[in-house]
């Protein structure tokens, strides 16, 4: 089964940047898209963007202009570059990727925003 693992988390003051990894088991161009998700304390996950296989990400609207999705096709790897992070991005952050066989999620990579 292919596993997603995520990386980059961390602390960081409001106003810095973070580049969370998700490097995959198997070749990316196995699935059919590719995403990040977060998750607050007592929120719901929620979509922070998706890469198709083939075409550009997208974003839901709340989250265009700060965020932005990547992928390194020789290193199995998609990105998240979050810049200008507020407090409120504090989240468990996950990968997820959806490919013939279902769906598939990271174990998660905690971002916290706090000064």
């Known amino acids: 089964q292919v596993q997603l693992v995520e990386s980059g988390g961390g602390l960081v003051q409001p106003g810095g940047s973070l580049r969370l990894s998700c490097t995959t088991s198997?070749?990316?161009?196995?699935?059919?898209?590719m995403g990040w998700y977060r998750q607050a304390p007592g929120k719901q996950r929620e979509l922070v963007g998706r890469?198709?296989?083939?075409?550009?990400?997208d974003y839901p609207d709340s989250m265009k202009g700060r965020f932005t999705i990547s992928r390194d096709y020789a290193k199995n790897t998609i990105y998240l570059q979050m810049n200008s992070l507020k407090p409120e991005d504090t989240a468990v952050y996950y990968c997820?990727?959806?490919?013939?066989?279902?769906?598939?999620w990271g174990q998660g990579t905690q971002v916290t925003v706090s000064s």
């Open positions: 198997g070749s990316i161009f196995s699935f059919t898209s």
């Open positions: 890469i198709f296989k083939i075409g550009s990400p």
């Open positions: 997820n990727a959806v490919g013939t066989s279902g769906s598939v």
